[in-house]
């Protein structure tokens, strides 16, 4: 602008600034779209950019909970929402704890507070290993409980709550209650208006791994088994330790998966389950021994279940499984017949009485060696001295083996009873005092590998008398003996060595089978390879037996003079004797037998 004119240059300046301006408010202008859908763009541009992001880490999103809604999952609605947050619910008491989770309402860990594992962890029975489930039908489809998502409430520590509630009206709960001090934790299953979705042979499938807690896993494999007690017999019946099996039963009281000093017991409060299925699978795993599985009838009150359960989740110990009065005790393998009267009645209630005053479990199998054979001192001694007066009369059997040698074999054996019977001596009078104490030592090599008082207890060099003690850990595997040595299996094949090489001199040697002195050296040799993979406190208890034979043997054979036994023999051999049963008996057997050789040579 000059002297108050407008210059040509400005005015064209400003028509093509405001041209360029109306080029680039035009070209560049967003389209405005339609108000409703706005979100639906937005959301596709997430969407969008949500898949590149999840192709390149090759994952999967869940849908959006906004965009969830109940009618996607049936009957059950967000309950069967795979994605849905798993919460927790903890119960315990001083010794228990007991984790149970949204997901199925069912226990997902339960930890034994006064246990540990051989390699010393925390004990769980349970640990994402169990699996409880009812199975719910609808005409599309057919749900899992197990995978649904139950609602808790918890009151306190020691009860919970799990509900699971049907879209159309219905409902399940599972009530978790855990008393004081106590391994069982009550678990009732109720159920209100679900007809719709459980038959009257809906069944509860329980099946459990069971984790390895033992440092023997071998040992501990082959005591794994699922047991069973039937509810109208004192019986009980279990599958087969050894490979898979299978059965179907009735009237059940309760299932246990059984371990070797730990059980998983499911009880039927009510009396009993109707229908069990029942199956056994073995696993050669490091951390897991055994598939165990249980599918149970529930018991329905008109069209709804009420059904209040025990679950046992504790030691296979004596005096606990024996106090809810279930025959829960059965479980623990003490034998059958009078070795579990034996254990049950004598050794256990020993045992507990020395545990009582606080001292070394290898002191306690100590003192219970002394007591058992002071108990067993008559019979000790009246053996020995049986095989006194057999070795004092010895060489006049010598003289008749000689005499008879090329004789009718029954003649000489019937001069060799007349011979017993004039000098008083009963020729079993050593076997039968020993035969008498055998059910004892089998009872006992049922009782100490069974005894979970024993489990972890160390003594001298052994850290736990519950199973093999190890001195020197081999390179390589033995056939039939193992890759490590026990000490205490050594210390008792020697010793028992020696007390056969002991009975083998006091009873003399066998001069019609001069072979049978080798063979019974042979099964303390098959002891040392069975018993070292045992339980030390078990080869302890030999030993120190064996070591408590030989002083009373010597003690004995101090007291004892034969000289004046054989004095006492002559002396009776004088006397008249009456001939007894057995005499008559081979007598008789002997004039049979000459009779039928005079009858076969005449028909010659």
Not at 227 to 236: G, I, K, Q, R, T
Not at 412 to 429: C, D, E, R, S
Not at 504 to 528: A, E, R
Request: net charge negative; aromatic share 12%.
């Amino acid at each position: 602008m000059k002297d108050g004119k407008i210059d040509i240059n400005t005015i064209i300046g400003f028509l093509l600034i405001g041209g360029i301006l109306l080029y680039f408010g035009y070209f560049s202008q967003p389209d405005t779209p339609p108000q409703d859908q706005t979100i639906d763009q937005a959301d596709s541009v997430q969407v969008v950019e949500e898949t590149r992001e999840l192709e390149e880490v090759d994952t999967i999103v869940p849908l959006a909970d906004s965009l969830k809604t109940p009618s996607m999952f049936g009957p059950f609605g967000m309950a069967a929402d795979p994605d849905a947050e798993v919460k927790t619910y903890t119960i315990e008491n001083e010794i228990l704890e007991v984790v149970i989770s949204s997901r199925g309402g069912q226990v997902v860990e339960a930890r034994l507070k006064n246990y540990q594992t051989w390699d010393s962890l925390p004990l769980y029975l349970i640990n994402q290993n169990s699996r409880f489930n009812l199975t719910l039908n609808t005409p599309d489809k057919d749900y899992n409980t197990a995978d649904l998502n139950f609602k808790g409430k918890q009151s306190g520590s020691d009860q919970v709550v799990m509900s699971l509630a049907a879209e159309g009206g219905g409902s399940l709960e599972y009530h978790y209650k855990l008393d004081p001090d106590n391994y069982m934790l009550q678990w009732d299953i109720v159920s209100e208006s679900m007809d719709d979705y459980m038959d009257d042979t809906a069944l509860l499938a329980w099946e459990m791994k069971t984790l390895r807690h033992e440092k023997n896993v071998e040992n501990e494999r082959t005591a794994t088994a699922l047991e069973y007690h039937f509810a109208n017999e004192d019986d009980m019946d279990d599958l087969s330790v050894s490979g898979e099996d299978e059965e179907k039963e009735s009237n059940i009281r309760w299932v246990a998966c059984k371990q070797q000093f730990f059980s998983t017991i499911l009880w039927s409060k009510r009396g009993q389950f109707d229908q069990a299925e029942l199956k056994s699978h073995a696993l050669e795993q490091e951390d897991v021994t055994k598939v165990l599985y249980a599918g149970l009838s529930l018991n329905k009150v008109g069209d709804d279940v009420n059904m209040p359960l025990g679950l046992y989740l504790g030691p296979n110990k004596y005096d606990v499984l024996k106090a809810y009065d279930q025959d829960f005790d059965k479980l623990i393998p003490l034998g059958w017949g009078i070795l579990g009267w034996i254990n049950r009645g004598i050794v256990i209630n020993i045992f507990n009485w020395l545990e009582g005053y606080g001292l070394n479990y290898g002191l306690i199998i100590l003192i219970i060696a002394l007591l058992i054979k002071l108990i067993l001192f008559p019979l000790t001694y009246s053996s020995y001295r049986s095989m006194a007066k057999m070795r004092v009369l010895k060489p006049e059997i010598d003289e008749l083996n000689e005499e008879y040698k090329d004789k009718d074999p029954m003649k000489k054996q019937q001069a060799t009873m007349q011979l017993y019977q004039k000098a008083g001596v009963n020729p079993l009078g050593g076997c039968i005092p020993v035969l008498l104490q055998f059910p004892i030592l089998i009872a006992l090599f049922r009782f100490f590998p069974a005894s979970i008082e024993l489990r972890q207890q160390s003594f001298l060099w052994a850290d736990d008398l519950s199973t093999y003690d190890s001195i020197w850990n081999l390179p390589f595997n033995i056939p039939f003996y193992g890759d490590h040595v026990s000490l205490f299996t050594l210390l008792m094949t020697v010793s028992t060595l020696i007390y056969t090489y002991m009975n083998q001199q006091l009873t003399g040697q066998n001069q019609q089978y001069p072979q049978l002195k080798y063979m019974v050296y042979l099964m303390p040799i098959v002891f040392l390879g069975v018993f070292n993979n045992y339980a030390a406190g078990l080869s302890y208890y030999y030993f120190v037996a064996n070591m408590i034979t030989f002083g009373q043997q010597f003690a004995i054979r101090a007291y004892i003079d034969e000289d004046k036994i054989h004095a006492k023999m002559q002396e009776k051999k004088k006397q008249p004797t009456k001939e007894n049963r057995f005499m008559r008996r081979m007598r008789e057997l002997q004039e049979q037998q000459e009779q039928n050789t005079r009858q076969g040579r005449r028909k010659k």
